[in-house]
């Protein structure tokens, strides 16, 4: 028995009740459409602050799927916990993005191949001074076979990890595409990668694209929440 849990984040007290493999969407209401859509036999493992966890089982095999919330603060509490206190072994964030770049349309799948950040989380919390972060290879190479399988194709992509969603900046994703070459911008990845790096564990993400810098193209939250299917069956061919 773990005597670190429940966590302040997470009020499960059985460690078994978690999966190995976690699916981390940001939206804890993208968490029960997953959990509820494509799950059988599910369990609730937390609901504290309205950040719901679901065990249950995919084609047999069992799963787990939480929310991360917005932003690096909060990836990194809950992947955390994940990892360190409940046994977790590998977390696969799936969210949305925008699009810095004219190859990545709306509604497109991305595999993010490295994550850039101007954030000092990693380096606060674990010392590391990178402004890139990198997912795990062996979890990527399992993502790509999963989509090939599927039919589902990919897009890879060094992504950007911002702290800042509103920015009276309106030219900054132009100077990073070009100095850094990031294609899609979300808040969370650059985090997630700095935590499983700290601890062992394996970490990877996949996005959606659900507006463009470049078309302006904007998704609503309710097609967000459940119209990105194809980065959730990539993501569940992990189980």
């Given at each position: 028995m773990n005597?670190?849990?429940?966590?302040?984040?997470?009020?499960?007290?059985?460690?078994s009740?978690?999966?190995?493999?976690?699916?981390?969407?940001?939206d804890p209401l993208r968490a029960?459409?997953?959990?509820?859509?494509?799950?059988?036999?599910?369990?609730?493992?937390?609901?504290?602050?309205?950040?719901?966890?679901?065990?249950?089982?995919y084609n047999g095999k069992k799963i787990s799927v939480m929310g991360s919330g917005?932003?690096?603060?909060?990836?990194?509490?809950y992947s955390y916990e994940l990892f360190a206190f409940y046994g977790v072994?590998?977390?696969?964030?799936?969210?949305?993005?925008?699009?810095?770049?004219?190859?990545?349309?709306?509604?497109d799948t991305v595999l993010v191949e490295k994550a850039f950040s101007e954030s000092t989380y990693a380096k606060i919390s674990?010392?590391?001074?990178?402004?890139?972060?990198?997912?795990?290879?062996?979890?990527?190479?399992?993502?790509?076979?999963?989509a090939k399988e599927l039919g589902i194709e990919?897009?890879?992509a060094i992504i950007h990890?911002?702290?800042?969603?509103?920015?009276?900046?309106?030219?900054?994703?132009?100077?990073?595409?070009?100095?850094?070459?990031?294609?899609?911008?979300?808040?969370e990845s650059f985090a997630l990668f700095a935590v499983a790096k700290e601890l062992g564990k394996k970490a990877a993400c996949l996005l959606t694209i659900s507006d463009s810098f470049i078309t302006h193209e904007v998704t609503s939250s309710e097609e967000r929440q459940k119209n990105f299917n194809n980065m959730i069956k990539v993501a569940l061919s992990l189980a």
């Open positions: 005597n670190n849990i429940p966590t302040p984040h997470n009020k499960c007290n059985d460690e009740l978690i999966a190995k493999t976690v699916l981390m969407p940001g029960k459409y997953i959990a509820e859509t494509f799950l059988t036999d599910v369990v609730c493992f937390n609901d504290v602050r309205g950040m719901y966890g679901f065990t249950g089982l917005m932003g690096m603060p909060s990836i990194g509490i072994e590998q977390i696969v964030r799936i969210g949305s993005a925008g699009s810095y770049d004219a190859s990545l349309n709306v509604y674990f010392g590391f001074g990178s402004k890139f972060q990198s997912p795990s290879k062996v979890l990527n190479n399992k993502l790509e076979k999963g990919l897009k890879k990890s911002s702290d800042a969603f509103y920015s009276n900046n309106k030219t900054h994703w132009m100077e990073l595409h070009d100095k850094y070459n990031v294609k899609a911008v979300e808040m």
